[in-house]
């Protein structure tokens, strides 16, 4: 019996290494110091693209004029390429009425259907001009409300890298990987995704990363083997609410605080 407790646990514990905001400017050296250490233990990331930045944070990064060949080249390798929002721009305050509850400014949470329609598709078209396959999105800061699932839907994009829960789920028609923390950190059970801002971070940010990679190699699963893992079981359901509740409260007692 414990054995086969075992084997259930290593089956359903993993991590999908998430990066966002990868768009033409951004840092570069720490970029290609991943891709080699991605490439050394053969690990298949999730790289949310900006198909059309003008963040101006962003924007005072170096640039790559041949961006949208290296993002081809790493579709080749078999990495998978997400839509992460359009222009990467904040214009609406959600007032913590967005669908998760992570409060903030959004590019999309907010807005009315038809806007948010405008922005995936003029999104999808850029990633398309450039040969790129979209199946996949995330928000710029979470915020989503009904009509971004319901946009996205209308382009047949029913997967998004967010949510609550211990494993990938289905909601709304929609398939969720959850991303529960904001730096990289091992469950001893569940399918989890990071969320990486490589612009931010310093050196020594990249050598406990590297530390990281190293220890829990043997943990890491491609953006497909997530999910594979998609469990609406009524235990899930309650452990993804348990979640849920348990994170929201945390963000809730610290924003208070601050």
Partial sequence: MF?????YISENTGILIRLDDIAENMNWDLMKKSEDL?????IKPVLGVIPNNKDSELLSYPKKNDFW?????????????????????YDKDTKRNDYFGHGGRSEFCGHTLDTQVDRIKEGLN????????????FAPNHTYDKNTFNALKKFGINEVI???GLMPYKEMEIKFIPQLFYKVYALPFGIQT??????????????DFENFIRKNQNNFICYEDALKKINNGIHYRFLNGLTKTILKSKRAILNFKS
Avoid: A
């Fill in 69 to 89: 060949d290296i993002v081809r080249g790493w579709q080749n390798k078999g990495w998978k390429i997400s839509m992460h929002g359009l222009t990467h721009v």
């Fill in 38 to 42: 991605f490439d050394k233990y053969k």
């Fill in 126 to 137: 850029i990633f398309k001009k450039e040969r790129i396959v979209i199946e996949t999105f």
């Fill in 194 to 207: 990071t969320q990486i801002h490589l612009n931010y971070w310093k050196d020594k940010d990249f050598q």
């Fill in 3 to 7: 054995k086969r407790i075992r084997e």
């Fill in 162 to 164: 967010d949510g609550y």
